[in-house]
Nanobody, 118 residues
Framework: QVQLQESGPGLVKPSQTLSLSCTVV??????????WTWIRQPPGKGLEWVGI???????TYSPSLKSRTSMSRDTSKNQFSLQLNSVTPEDTAVYYC??????????WGQGTQVTVSS
């Protein structure tokens, strides 16, 4: 069974960078054709897809967040990360990491609350 665990600061100040990591246990982030994703859910709103990093390290970001988003990975730690620059209170959300296989999403982390506030 694959387990994903998000980690990072729960509070970020406006204009700073939000940095989160997702540690994967029970599966490799380099397994062919697997992809690893970030989504978020602002309070009182629906889920929003943030971006994806594939098994080969290539990335795709949400068009609405692309200018502020960067995803990376550390294969030695089996981790992938999200950086979101110039955050505002509108970036306050629960952030989830998950795995996408050819047939769909199958595993998710429990989520981590990030609040943007001074």
């Amino acid at each position: 069974q694959v387990q994903l665990q998000e980690s990072g600061p729960g509070l970020v100040k406006p204009s700073q960078t939000l940095s989160l990591s997702c540690t994967v246990v029970g599966g490799s982030i380099t397994t062919a054709y697997d992809s690893w994703t970030w989504i978020r859910q602002p309070p009182g709103k629906g889920l929003e897809w943030v971006g994806i990093i594939r098994y080969d390290g290539s990335t795709t970001y949400s068009p609405s967040l692309k200018s502020r988003t960067s995803m990376s990975r550390d294969t030695s730690k089996n981790q992938f990360s999200l950086q979101l620059n110039s955050v505002t209170p509108e970036d306050t959300a629960v952030y989830y990491c998950g795995r996408l296989r050819s047939w769909g999403y199958d595993y998710w982390g429990q989520g981590t609350q990030v609040t943007v506030s001074s």
